[in-house]
């Protein structure tokens, strides 16, 4: 089974704090992916990777950074964070074959990042 | 430009009956694929299923079964004698032209009585 594991299921920071959010995979995928998750918006893609250092941006990537410096951890970092990134935070993982071919994502339980 | 449409928001029905979730995604792509999600009260989003843009077959595991028409470019989703335990968020989503990334609709939320 894939699994998926995101260090906090919930985190409580302060306006300005810098927020490390990790998430591991453990089945040798080379994609993975951070989403944020808001009422009524479904999941926005924030940044995704499909290499080691390699990144690219989502749809929503201002105010984020990421870092993936091994195959299975890719951290999202809120440099200085904000009450607007109080957010369901989602990170999942996927094959990457290439020729066009799309694989399911799995996905991590989520963390619930509350900025006060 | 692609895009997913879940223009239900909320459904609720009664143990055992069916109910069938929409789901119509817009892309110009000749080759994409499409995928099923549910997102139970834990949080965790579960994959259900993928179908690729040459696989018209309706698929059946269960309870569960997919509708793929893309003559209506829509991948609806139906669930037989529905049960409490069904109760969840479903996201469908679509892929995007030679990358790796999904798009996701908004989410239907099912509520199922007993």
């Known amino acids: 089974d894939v699994k998926v594991t995101q260090s906090s299921r919930y985190l409580v920071k302060r306006t300005g704090e810098k927020v490390f959010l990790e998430c591991v995979q453990d089945m040798d995928h080379e994609n993975m992916f951070w989403y944020r998750q808001d009422p009524g918006l479904g999941l926005r893609l924030i940044y995704f990777s499909y290499d080691v250092k390699m990144k690219e941006k989502g749809d929503i990537p201002e105010g984020y950074s990421v870092s993936r410096e091994k195959k299975e951890r890719f951290s999202l970092i809120l440099e200085s964070a904000s009450t607007n990134q109080t957010s369901m935070y989602l990170c999942?993982?996927?094959?990457?074959?290439?020729?066009?071919?799309?694989?399911?994502?799995?996905f991590g339980p989520g963390t619930r990042l509350t900025v006060t | 430009a692609q895009k997913v449409t879940q223009a239900q928001t909320e459904i609720s029905v009664v143990e055992k009956e069916d109910v069938t979730l929409d789901c119509v995604y817009e892309?110009?792509?000749?080759?994409?694929?499409l995928f099923w999600y549910k997102q139970p009260p834990s949080g965790e989003l579960v994959f259900l299923i993928r179908r690729n843009s040459f696989d018209e077959q309706n698929e059946i595991s269960g309870r569960y079964s997919w509708n793929f028409q893309k003559s209506t470019s829509s991948f609806n989703f139906t669930i037989t004698a529905s049960q409490v335990v069904d109760s969840a968020v479903y996201f469908c989503?679509?892929?995007?032209?030679?990358?790796?990334?999904?798009?996701f609709g908004t989410g239907t939320r099912l509520q199922v009585f007993p």
């Open positions: 989503a679509l892929s995007v032209y030679n990358t790796d990334k999904l798009i």
């Open positions: 999942a993982s996927s094959l990457l074959l290439g020729q066009g071919t799309t694989y399911e994502q799995y």
């Open positions: 892309t110009r792509d000749t080759t994409y694929y």
